[in-house]
């Protein structure tokens, strides 16, 4: 069966600092990743994705995400972060066994200080 | 394109009545599948439906139902509410029940069970 497990419950981090947000998942068959972010009030965006091909990836907005099979993670990155990145970051898999369902994991809220 | 629309956004209701939440998904999309956000538990996976079709279903009681009409909006019911069903309901619309594309959220509806 699919999980999901989030690392870090809240990540505080200072205004143009580094952050890494860590993803480990489980599963039997080849996944599908995902990093959302949710933002107050609002549902979730899909942030960026891993289907297949080069291992990192990355989204419009400077984050960057790691597939490692061997150690089953899916880390997301940024060198710089913005007080705008202050949200909630869920990980996501799905895979071909799942049924048409993505797992989430618990979230990690990243707060980001002046 | 229009976003996914879910409505209301914020409902009140007494323990033991009904409530029906709706969707709208972007045009084209004819997976929707429904979640179940809280702090403690996360985000939990309620049902896809895919043309009309339930695909897939949660661990959740059968007091929680769905429906995918033709126009593909859907609709989730849930009957002799509890107070532990007071929750934010996110509508995510997909291609493909959000494997390939991942998904696209409604901006969810705030159910409070008093």
């Known amino acids: 069966a699919q999980s999901v497990t989030q690392l870090d419950s809240q990540v505080p981090v200072f205004e143009e600092a580094p952050v890494e947000l860590r993803c480990n998942y489980s599963?039997?068959?080849?996944?599908?990743l995902f990093w959302y972010v949710q933002y107050p009030n609002q549902g979730l965006q899909l942030l960026l994705k891993?289907?297949?091909?080069?291992?990192l990836v990355e989204s419009i907005n400077g984050f960057e995400a790691e597939f490692n099979k061997s150690q089953t993670s899916f880390h997301l990155r940024k060198p710089s972060v913005h007080i705008s990145d202050t949200a909630e970051y869920f990980c996501?898999?799905?895979?071909?066994?799942?049924?048409?369902?993505?797992?989430f994991g618990a979230g990690t809220r990243l707060f980001v200080k002046a | 394109k229009a976003g996914v629309t879910q409505t209301p956004r914020y409902l009140i209701k007494t323990r033991g009545q009904q409530v029906t939440l709706s969707c709208s998904p972007i045009?084209?999309?004819?997976?929707v599948s429904w979640y179940q956000q809280t702090p403690g538990q996360g985000l939990q996976f309620l049902f896809e439906?895919?043309?009309?079709?339930?695909?897939n279903k949660g661990n959740f009681p059968g007091r929680f139902s769905g429906r995918q009409f033709s126009n593909s909006r859907s609709e989730m019911n849930v009957s002799t509410l509890e107070l532990g069903d007071s929750a934010l309901y996110l509508c995510?619309?997909?291609?493909?029940?959000?494997?390939?594309?991942?998904?696209?959220f409604g901006s969810g509806t705030r159910l409070t069970v008093v």
């Open positions: 995510a619309s997909s291609l493909d029940g959000g494997m390939n594309y991942g998904y696209t």
């Open positions: 599963s039997s068959v080849s996944v599908y």
């Open positions: 891993y289907l297949s091909g080069s291992t």
């Open positions: 996501a898999v799905s895979d071909l066994g799942g049924g048409f369902k993505t797992i």
């Open positions: 045009s084209g999309h004819r997976s």
């Open positions: 439906y895919f043309s009309e079709t339930q695909r």
